[in-house]
């Protein structure tokens, strides 16, 4: 059974585009069913959600207090370490670590967990490296179809549901 999701974030999470205003400042685009597939996860299922990303933003601070995310690493090279790391806090193994991502600086962190996931715009070595490629885009439902599959695999799809009903 899967305890631990870990999300990237660009490309993923969001659809990959950084966008700067003239003032410096940075947006990205969240999807709402993504965000409610990761807070139903952490606030209903009581369970864990990392988010480790290569890149820096006050932005993903603020999406991941917003949906529950206990854990937070950003500006991270190598994924796979933050993530054991993780592991041994929580006292599970890799095996009940689903993870999604969509660029090479995933791979080890992928090739890792017990159930690997790319959106379906992730570059071609990663899905063909991933247990699973979503049939959604990175920011466009990625990650809520990614929580979908977990939940029908851990026969808890209906609770999933039944948590809005």
Request: charged share 30%; with cysteine; aromatic share 8%.
């Amino acid at each position: 059974m899967i305890e631990l999701l870990v999300l990237d974030v660009d490309g993923t999470l969001t659809d990959g585009k950084i966008i700067y205003t003239n003032n410096g400042d940075e947006l990205k685009n969240f999807d709402v069913k993504d965000g409610l597939a990761v807070a139903t996860w952490t606030k209903k299922f009581n369970k864990k959600v990392a988010i480790i990303t290569g890149r820096k933003s006050k932005l993903v601070e603020k999406r991941a207090n917003e949906l529950g995310v206990q854990y937070l690493y950003q500006g991270i090279h190598n994924k796979l370490e933050i993530l054991e790391d993780i592991c041994k806090k929580e006292n599970i193994r890799l095996s009940q670590v689903a993870a999604i991502g969509d660029d090479l600086n995933d791979l080890k962190m992928l090739n890792a967990v017990g159930i690997s996931f790319a959106p379906n715009d992730a570059v071609d070595y990663v899905k063909n490296t991933v247990k699973v490629v979503c049939n959604q885009k990175g920011g466009y439902g990625a990650v809520r179809e990614m929580v979908e599959v977990i939940c029908k695999n851990d026969d808890t799809y209906e609770e999933f549901i039944n948590v809005w009903l």
